[in-house]
């Protein structure tokens, strides 16, 4: 289960507030990955990275935004522009080619009230 | 874009019986399938994969099988057992650098004593 972590496990904030949600690795992995978890539906990719000062936008990158300083570390903004960012944050890492499993953080729960 | 659709959304079985979910890709480039398995409030964890060079695998109880021309793979498990009992999400894939998954939308697996 170690290996990558996600901080905080709950969150709250009120709306048109921005918030930064953690991801945080130690597995020598280049590629990053956040997803979003939404009741009765998959994960969906917000925003992937697969080397440091690199990312791509996923399918849903309206209204997030992410950077990648450190090979270690891959934060995930809220914006107010993200007109439903209440729901369950996904962060990931795996090797990039190869057996690319990807290995899952804990996720964090964020609510905008 | 690539398009994963899971069948069913819920499943219950009884204890000891088979419980099969399937999965349609839309995009014949695919050709990475993981299978993860969510247990309630944990992280999603990798518990099979197939590449598509192959028409089945299988670990234990838990197999997979693909079948290219249709755009379909699935997820069988036999023998169940209470601890089964959680959210099964299929994916696909390119291997390519960083893999982009698109995820089905879950079947939730329910084992009955």
């Known amino acids: 289960d170690g290996g990558i972590t996600q901080s905080p496990k709950y969150l709250f904030r009120k709306e048109g507030q921005n918030v930064t949600l953690s991801c945080e690795q130690n597995?020598?992995?280049?590629?990053m990955y956040w997803y979003r978890q939404d009741p009765g539906q998959g994960l969906r990719l917000i925003y992937y990275s697969q080397i440091v000062n690199d990312f791509q936008k996923g399918d849903i990158a309206e209204g997030y935004s992410v950077s990648r300083e450190k090979k270690e570390s891959f934060p995930l903004t809220v914006t107010s522009a993200q007109k439903n960012p209440t729901a369950f944050y996904l962060c990931?890492?795996?090797?990039?080619?190869?057996?690319?499993?990807?290995?899952f953080g804990p996720g964090t729960r964020l609510t905008v009230l | 874009g690539e398009n994963v659709e899971q069948h069913p959304s819920t499943l219950s079985v009884q204890e000891g019986d088979s419980a099969v979910i399937k999965c349609t890709y839309s995009?014949?480039?695919?050709?990475?399938f993981p299978w993860y398995k969510q247990e309630l409030g944990k992280r999603p964890q990798l518990i099979i994969d197939?590449?598509?060079?192959?028409g089945e695998k299988k670990d234990q109880r838990i197999a997979v099988t693909l079948n290219k021309t249709a755009k379909h793979f699935s997820l069988h498990i036999t023998e169940t057992q209470p601890e089964d009992s959680a959210v099964y999400f299929c994916a696909a894939s390119i291997i390519q650098g960083a893999q982009k998954l698109v995820f089905g939308q879950g079947t939730r697996l329910t084992i009955n004593p």
């Open positions: 597995l020598n992995h280049d590629a």
């Open positions: 990931a890492s795996s090797i990039v080619g190869g057996n690319n499993e990807q290995f």
């Open positions: 995009d014949s480039a695919s050709n990475y």
């Open positions: 197939i590449r598509s060079n192959v």
